[in-house]
């Protein structure tokens, strides 16, 4: 090659070189649609509109119908583990947060993988994007570590404004413990000293994404954006007029929005033939029983449950406008989904039970709890309880902290520009949040940067609508606090703390029996056994499973009623009528 | 649950007792409009309302017409006491009462030397009857949640009043009891809700009630009884503003302008009079349906003899109960 022959310049030299060093990065800007993960906090499976929800969400709705809605997606059974798995697209128990560091046990303590956040070793989405070229940023939860070396803008992220805790308050930076009073917040890798004016979670986590976007267009780089709602979480904070806006609606009380959200789901082809309804909770009563006042009451919690996550549908409206007004909205990838099942445990009152500190802190910050019209507003907290948590959760049973399908379970809605699934279809793919991270780097031309990856990358299902995410033999398993489960194909185990569960291996056929009502073992025994196996022998050990030598769940089978099957429509409870005889067989009494 | 439903029931209790707290002071002076009293409740609750009131100054208080007596010092020591009811008319929450003044009064006065007045008067004064009837608010609370909901927003109401002249009146005396006379008012109490929370210990609101006032004649007037007075009707705005200091204890400053009709008694005929009060009112729950108030209100600028002066500390206190209060409360699900 000569190069004074002028054949080939210098600045092609340089933009071959350029090609060569940053590939990635050209490829970013010339052809990758910007990346937008909106993430909802302790939502149902069925609290979307589209999943068979009363609750008014047109603009999550409006994903599904431009894209796809999953049925079989899964996250892990709570909040940091979902996060850690998204994040690095490994299992929690790997990536360190084996456990919530509330619930970590003795045996658990000290070990690799239990530290409760996600480790500065492995790399995130953020890194991997920011390596393909991308603007990163990301708002809202961020729930895997406080320290310098943890937070988002040592996390590959060039934007940020997140509350590095898990939960409280939705308006300020109250916390719920005595001995960590106040929420930590970052903002462009600093600590914040306060928190901005008008400050409310789901309104300031939008504005400073739109903001964000706004200021990056300028890079001319896409941008891959994670939305880390902390709606719907409890306290149940929201302003009016979406705290008045369901008043009353829920007086019916949740047995009825149970079996109303199942019939919807049933019309709306989400749910198999065969599919039952969960048994509702042997220590809840058939709401129809219940006094008016005590059905507005509890009503009221979930009035501002419906209320959260319309003001957050509302939010992300916003930002669905703004993508719209700069003409990005049509080149980005959207993906919806909720990070464990619903909150069904009454955390808040275990942390602040009296006796313990927090229960002064709680006298303190969150005494104003109790009245119906001051549930919502700053200074009360609202939490809506197993009865509502069901409802979140319909057709399926359990709910967040266990892996029974209610508290793993959660909707998925991807938007994907140039997919060739149609749009507004329902596909039941068995999907883990753990599959992101290969997506995405699939997507943009990386390999896994975390060692073996567990997910699957989507891609190949929106270009080729006949594939499958998982073959029939791909597993996932599952651990939380000493609850276990594994699905294979359509075959789950499951063994849940009693009374949820039996304390013993369960098995359930998935393909119909959602609701996880028919255990399977006694009648499946060497599948039982060989799935066993499988978790026992393959994800435990490749997954630095340890099992808790204590756990809150354990005492449960104490403390709780005795559990006993609870089946549909017995007690009659919303069918019970007063009996009107045949108008020819009434008569007067003789006297 | 049980937890949940022990709450709901003691803060129903505590929220209507706070809500219906003044229909005692249905008349803490006979004009006087006090705070909080046009807050609606539960339909069908019932009220007993005893005001007791001590009034110093140069009126009668309870003469709504306030005829002046020169230099002179009239005390009153009166107690109101009745019943008033809740109930939906119209598909509108309503309330009607019925209040019965008793007490004594007495007036003592220097100006005419040759003639000093040293008289009293003791007895019932005349019945009021009171109907009030929402216009522009939150529909009636028929059930329980309801009331745990109520929210007045923006609120007006029809206020009607009556003053029936069957109390006790002696022609010639320099005071009485009764009036000798019908009155009565026609008014639009309003209430702006100040914050989008209504509960215990949140509530703040801004109360407006204009209202006019008419007055028929008493034919048995002056110290003769020979005289007709007679007076032309008059206007009256009273404004409150309302807060909770805490979930049970909440507090007012209150201020009443009146103007009064032009008034005419045999040949002699006197301009109407204005006059402005100011006071301040704290009110809280004593037991689970009795609900207890301190008031004081006085003229404002009234240093001239000719100027209307009075005076008033009222303590009220109102039991009130419903049926379904009750019967919770019997069965022992009322959380108390």
Known sequence: MNYKSGKLSWPLVVSLLTMIVFPLAVQAEKQLPNILIILADDMGWADPGVFGSEIETPNIDQFAKEGVRFTDFYTNPMCTPTRVTLMSGLDHHVAGAGSMTLFTAPNQQGKPGYEGWLLPEFKTLGDVMQEAGYETYVTGKWDLGRFPELIPRARGFDRDFVMLDSHGSHYNMTNLYADNPKLVFTEDGKYLSRLPDDYYSSKTFTDKMISFIDDGRKSGKPFFAFLSYQAPHDPHHVDEPWRSMYQGVYDKGWTYFHRQRFQTQKEEGLLPDGVELAERYWYLPDSEILSPVVRATVGRHMELYAGMMTNMDYHIGRLVQFLKDIGEYDNTIIVFFGDNGPEGNNTFEAITAPGLANNIFRARNWSEEHHINVLGTPNSYPEYGAGWAQVSTTPFYGHKSYPSEGGIRNSLIVKMPGSELADGSIRGDFMHVSDIMPTLTELTGQKFPNGKATGKSWLGIFKDPDSQVRSEDDWVGWEIMGAMALRKGNWKILNNWRPYGTGEWQLYNLENDWAERHDLAKERPELLKELVALYENEFMPDNNIILPNRAVSESLWNTMPVRFPQYDNYPPGMYRKQYIPPADMIAEPKE | ?336
């Open chain 2, 1 to 336: 649950m049980n937890q949940i439903k022990s709450r709901t029931f003691q803060l129903l209790g505590s929220c209507l007792a706070l809500t219906t707290f003044l229909f005692v002071s249905i008349a803490a002076n006979a004009i006087s409009l006090p705070p909080r009293f046009f807050h609606k409740t539960l339909v069908g609750t019932n009220f007993v309302p005893i005001l007791g009131m001590n009034v110093d100054g140069n009126v009668n208080p309870l003469d709504p017409s306030y005829t002046i007596s020169s230099d002179a010092d009239i005390e009153a020591n009166v107690v109101m006491a009745g019943y008033a009811r809740n109930f939906s008319l119209f598909g509108r929450s309503s309330q009607l009462a019925y209040m019965q003044p008793m007490g004594d009064i007495s007036i003592r006065s220097t100006s005419g030397a040759a003639f000093p007045i040293d008289s009293s008067a003791n007895g019932f004064g005349d019945p009021f009857f009171e109907f009030n009837i929402n216009l522009i608010g939150p529909a009636p609370q028929r059930t329980l949640p309801d009331a745990l909901r109520y929210n007045p927003g923006f609120s007006m109401d029809l206020l009607l009043d009556l003053s029936v002249p069957l109390g006790e009146y002696d022609k010639g005396e320099a005071v009485n009891m009764g009036m000798n006379r019908f009155w009565g008012r026609v008014g639009f109490p309003m209430i702006y809700q100040i914050g989008d929370v209504w509960a215990p210990g949140h509530r703040t609101s801004f109360e407006v009630i204009p209202a006019v006032i008419w007055y028929g004649d008493n034919d048995d007037y002056g110290p003769t009884g020979n005289f007709t007075q007679s007076t032309d009707p008059g206007y009256s705005v009273a404004a409150h503003l309302t807060h909770d200091l805490s979930d049970e204890i909440w507090v007012s400053l209150d201020y009443t302008y009146m103007q009064l009709g032009d008034s005419e008694v045999g040949p002699v005929e006197t301009d109407g009079k204005s006059f402005s009060s100011v006071g301040a009112t704290i009110g809280t729950q004593i037991t689970r349906n009795m609900v207890f108030s301190l008031g004081y209100q006085t003229t404002m600028d009234d240093n001239d003899p000719k100027d209307i002066q009075m005076s008033t500390f009222s303590a009220s206190i109102t039991f009130f109960w419903g049926s379904v209060l009750e019967g919770l409360h019997r069965i022992g699900s009322d959380g108390q």
